[in-house]
């Protein structure tokens, strides 16, 4: 480079500055042609590049440089959300979320104690392994690993899992074929609220702070009869809210991970294996799991009742 150098200054060079060179100038970036790109972006957000350098007239890759450098814009694939929410879904959302984090700020280790959650998920006898689990090791220019394709098996457990800041209190397994109804439920909770009286002493002179999602079978009469019964307090949860239920954003997707790639050859070994998964876990994972939802409930409210990315 230094020789470089010497021998332009040496035929006459006298500036370090580049010289002008042959091609489209940088200077066709203007105001108007960002405000027009912008516009038309704005008209259509899926719009193409190469549809855009058309009809402003520049290249590409000047294209590319206005949407980044200029507008601060990039273009994402749609993210999948349970429903499109309604305004009244986001105001019912944001209220909720706001008592819902008033109870937790109120006595946050109180709030800690007395939370139970519980909700329901399908275990399948084969649960194919995600993308990130298939990752090996390559050398450069060997070939990729290969998979046949895979599909969940049709065997498969319901597991109802209820839990707290502590741990696992009780699981249910139903096997497929059979539903879970109001009157099922019902006794479930029977058959929980023995376990939770073994297992949490200290809530026996306490209201339960009981959490569940808004499916049918967890608000039918029945139900509700039987929870007044046992004396619990609801946790307000209304509908659409996954985002914001620890089974969903945290116990769940974890499980499910683990599941990958496993393959069990019966209900038996489902269960067997699922209650030690659940046992090898520290108290203080169930203890993050539930602590996540004071951050969950503030962003929600800050983004006006939008759903919570995990």
Same mark, same amino acid.
């Given at each position: 480079?230094?020789?470089?150098?010497?021998?332009?200054?040496?035929?006459?060079?006298?500036?370090?500055?580049?010289?002008?060179?042959?091609?489209?100038?940088?200077?066709?970036?203007?105001?108007?042609?960002?405000?027009?790109?912008?516009?038309?972006?704005?008209?259509?957000?899926?719009?193409?590049?190469?549809?855009?350098?058309?009809?402003?007239?520049?290249?590409?890759?000047?294209?590319?440089?206005?949407?980044?450098?200029?507008?601060?814009?990039?273009?994402?694939?749609?993210?999948?959300? %349970?429903?499109?929410?309604?305004?009244?879904?986001?105001? &019912?959302?944001?209220?909720?979320?706001?008592?819902?984090?008033?109870?937790?700020?109120?006595?946050?280790?109180?709030?800690?104690?007395?939370?139970?959650?519980?909700?329901?998920?399908?275990?399948?006898?084969?649960?194919?392994?995600?993308?990130?689990?298939?990752?090996?090791?390559?050398? *450069?220019?060997?070939?990729?690993?290969?998979?046949?394709?895979?599909?969940?098996?049709? &065997?498969?457990?319901?597991?109802?899992?209820?839990?707290?800041? *502590?741990?696992?209190?009780?699981?249910?397994?139903?096997?497929?074929?059979?539903?879970?109804?109001?009157?099922?439920?019902?006794?479930?909770?029977?058959?929980?609220?023995?376990?939770?009286?073994?297992?949490? %002493?200290?809530?026996?002179?306490?209201?339960?702070?009981?959490?569940?999602?808004?499916?049918?079978?967890?608000?039918?009469?029945?139900?509700?009869?039987?929870?007044?019964?046992?004396?619990?307090?609801?946790?307000?949860? %209304?509908?659409?809210?996954?985002?914001?239920? %620890?089974?969903?954003?945290?116990?769940?997707?974890?499980?499910?991970?683990?599941?990958?790639?496993?393959?069990?050859?019966? &209900?038996?070994?489902?269960?067997?294996?699922?209650?030690?998964?659940?046992?090898?876990?520290?108290?203080?994972?169930?203890?993050?799991?539930?602590?996540?939802?004071?951050?969950?409930?503030?962003?929600?409210?800050?983004?006006?009742?939008?759903?919570?990315?995990?």
């Amino acid at each position: 480079m230094v020789k470089k150098w010497f021998t332009e200054f040496r035929c006459g060079r006298t500036s370090t500055s580049d010289a002008e060179r042959s091609g489209r100038p940088k200077e066709v970036i203007t105001p108007e042609i960002v405000d027009k790109i912008h516009e038309m972006i704005l008209d259509d957000r899926r719009m193409k590049v190469r549809e855009l350098a058309h009809a402003v007239g520049i290249s590409t890759e000047r294209v590319h440089h206005i949407l980044h450098e200029y507008l601060d814009m990039r273009k994402l694939s749609a993210r999948w959300v %349970p429903r499109l929410l309604t305004l009244d879904h986001k105001r &019912n959302r944001v209220t909720t979320s706001k008592e819902c984090l008033a109870m937790f700020s109120r006595n946050t280790d109180e709030f800690l104690r007395r939370l139970v959650t519980v909700d329901e998920t399908w275990i399948h006898h084969n649960t194919p392994e995600t993308k990130e689990q298939s990752k090996q090791w390559v050398s *450069r220019g060997e070939r990729g690993p290969k998979k046949a394709k895979q599909s969940l098996s049709a &065997n498969k457990v319901m597991a109802t899992v209820f839990w707290d800041a *502590r741990g696992v209190i009780h699981i249910d397994y139903l096997e497929k074929g059979k539903t879970i109804t109001g009157e099922y439920y019902s006794k479930l909770l029977d058959r929980f609220d023995v376990d939770l009286k073994q297992k949490r %002493p200290h809530l026996a002179k306490k209201k339960v702070l009981f959490h569940q999602d808004n499916a049918r079978v967890h608000t039918c009469l029945v139900t509700m009869a039987k929870i007044h019964e046992l004396r619990y307090e609801l946790l307000p949860h %209304p509908a659409y809210f996954p985002d914001l239920a %620890p089974c969903d954003y945290y116990l769940f997707p974890n499980l499910k991970k683990w599941l990958g790639g496993k393959i069990f050859g019966s &209900n038996e070994e489902v269960i067997t294996e699922t209650n030690a998964y659940f046992e090898s876990l520290e108290k203080t994972y169930y203890l993050e799991g539930v602590k996540k939802l004071e951050k969950r409930w503030t962003k929600c409210i800050e983004l006006k009742g939008d759903y919570v990315e995990k």
